[in-house]
T-cell receptor, first 113, second 117 residues
């Protein structure tokens, strides 16, 4: 039972345009969400996070939106750059669970120059 | 730079031949995690240590063991690798439990890709 789902395995976007990566979750106990970015031959690196008390968190070109009623979050990258080409993982955790991140399967973003 | 290091980056073993993967950290974090990631799948938590306290996930096969001799090092032992154990193994650390700025943000190593022949 996949509790965190990234239904788009891949996405291609032109440089300078907006990239939107989506993530859905099923467990209503999740209250903290993260996005990790992974380049080939490297481990995932933390990108941005959001707590369930917020519906938006922004960090430079990256914004994460959370819609709790729909159990949906999205990562917006504006403007997209070729260096953003990577696999993006969504992860969720519950403060009552303390430590466990549940990851999605990832979306491979390709930004075309 | 403080970091999480995994050795080797690529490991080839034979079916049934024990193998050990290594992880070290210079972050002085309390928690160390081992994840298994198969192709096109999500990273799956196998177990973790909080300091010396070992915590196994319920569905982690008995074939997988771990050791943490000190704060800096953690090992993943696969006693009798099968073809189904071929995967990327990711080590991660966090300062503490909890969410994000509470110290729970996880830092990952580059992974070890295990091939079983």
């Amino acid at each position: 039972d996949q509790q965190v789902k990234q239904n788009s395995p891949s996405l291609s976007v032109q440089e300078g345009r907006i990239s939107i990566l989506n993530c859905d979750y099923t467990n209503s106990m999740f209250d903290y969400f993260l996005w990790y970015k992974k380049y080939p031959a490297e481990g995932p690196t933390f990108l941005i996070s959001i707590s369930s008390i917020k519906d938006k968190n922004e960090d430079g070109r990256f914004t994460v939106f959370l819609n709790k009623s729909a159990k949906h979050l999205s990562l917006h990258i504006v403007p997209s750059q070729p260096g953003d080409s990577a696999v993006y993982f969504c992860a969720a955790s519950s403060s009552s669970g303390t430590y466990k991140y549940i990851f999605g399967t990832g979306t491979r973003l390709k930004v075309l120059a | 730079d403080a970091m999480v290091i995994q050795n080797p980056r690529y490991q080839v073993t034979q079916f049934g031949k024990p193998v050990t993967l290594s992880c070290s950290q210079t972050l002085n974090h309390n928690v160390m995690y081992w994840y298994q990631q198969k192709s096109s799948q999500a990273p799956k938590l196998l177990f973790h240590y909080y300091d010396k306290d070992f915590n196994n996930e319920a569905d982690t096969p008995d074939n997988f063991q771990s050791r943490r001799p000190n704060t800096s090092f953690c090992f993943l032992d696969i006693r009798s690798p099968g073809l189904g154990d071929a995967a990327m193994y990711l080590c991660a650390t966090s300062r503490d439990y909890g969410s994000g700025q509470g110290g729970g943000e996880q830092f990952f190593g580059p992974g070890t890709r295990l091939t079983v022949l």
